[in-house]
């Protein structure tokens, strides 16, 4: 069972830790027909009088393990700095859970920067990868578009690229059900040559990989169904990512503002498909894909829904064993 648990860092968000504790209680419960999670599998990580006193109100614990953790990276922290002088964080205490065998996943809805950080160095990185990629799923095209990097690596070099689109097809393929992922490299034109030293660099081996390459893709292709996974630099991505999800807040607020001025009948739930559409939350956040262990961190303002998603998409990614088929895939193409 402990290769199977996911260590929640419950003090991590912005709503934390009231929202990471009702997640976990939903996660357990069945939800649009899929079972829910055996509480067993849930550890909860962060302060222990404050988590039960919590679980208590809700009406006690139905069978979470707990792992008290005394301090909190605070959203923000310098990564770098907080990770040193906050060594019983309940992000540390995640990472500790999966190096000593207590849990072989976590999820955070923390500082970023600190989980990425401390995930990278304290799990290490699966035989054969270069870097770590942070890998974000949205459904722009009506099906699931993988994007990555996001962040975790905004220099990279042409070999980590590469290994970011054999990364994403293989998570594409085993968690969201594609089965012949397209990857596509983010470029300023589709021509074969286009782009920074860095990107024409990045092309043959893409083309070279064991994936199904599509070539260079523009970002209006990100909308169109074009390829199933999107490889770009983690400044790049953590840009567009950004502009995504802040447009699509922008339009729906400009929407909803002219419903009400000419006193249209449509409330916000009639546009609830258009915001699912930008949001990664509703795929359960990010995989960093590449470290030892299945880390998923999840968005500041994520909600209880959003915790309880995170939750399951560690639970598949770990069931699915694509940490094994990342290796194999290296190891192969």
């Known amino acids: 069972m402990a290769d199977k648990r996911i260590a929640l860092d419950v003090m991590g968000g912005d709503d934390a830790p009231g929202a990471t504790v009702k997640g976990a209680l939903l996660a357990t419960r069945e939800r649009n027909g899929i079972p829910g999670l055996d509480p067993a599998r849930i550890l909860l990580v962060g302060g222990q009088e404050r988590i039960e006193g919590l679980l208590s109100e809700a009406g006690g614990n ?13 959203m923000g922290d310098a990564p770098a700095a907080a990770l040193r002088s906050k060594p019983d964080s309940s992000i ?23 989980c990425v950080a401390a995930s990278t160095v304290g799990l290490g990185t699966l035989q054969g990868v270069r870097r770590p990629g942070i890998a974000v799923t949205l459904a722009l095209s009506g099906e699931p578009v993988t994007l990555i990097d996001m962040g975790a690596n905004i220099a990279p070099k042409p070999v980590h690229l590469a290994q970011y689109g054999d990364m994403g097809a293989i998570y594409s393929r085993d968690c ?31 083309e070279a990989g064991p994936s199904r390459f599509v070539g260079n893709v523009e970002g209006s292709d990100i909308f169109r169904g074009v390829c199933d996974v999107v490889v770009t ?22 929407v909803m503002g002219e419903l009400r001025e000419h006193q249209a009948s449509w409330g916000p739930e009639a546009l609830a498909k258009v915001r699912d559409a930008v ?35 560690a ?13 194999q895939g290296l190891r192969t193409g």
Do not use: W
């Open 92 to 114: 540390a205490g995640c990472v500790g859970a999966i190096r000593q065998g207590a849990a072989g996943a976590l999820v955070s809805m923390g500082n970023t920067g600190a």
């Open 279 to 313: 949001d990664y939350s509703t795929y359960g956040g990010a995989l960093l894909l590449g470290v030892d262990g299945i880390v998923v961190i999840g968005h500041g303002r994520s909600d209880e829904a959003a915790v309880a998603n995170a939750i399951g998409l």
């Open 62 to 74: 139905p069978g979470f393990p707990i792992q008290h953790a005394s301090q909190v990276v605070e």
């Open 233 to 254: 630099d983690g400044f790049t991505g953590n840009v567009v990512l950004k502009l995504l999800e802040q447009f699509a807040t922008f339009m729906l607020g400009l």
């Open 315 to 327: 639970a598949r990614a770990l069931d699915a064993g694509v940490n094994r088929h990342i290796e």
């Open 176 to 206: 969201l059900g594609v089965e012949a992922p397209r990857v596509g490299l983010l470029n300023v034109g589709e021509e074969k040559g286009k782009g920074t030293d860095l990107l024409k660099e990045a092309y043959p081996l893409l």
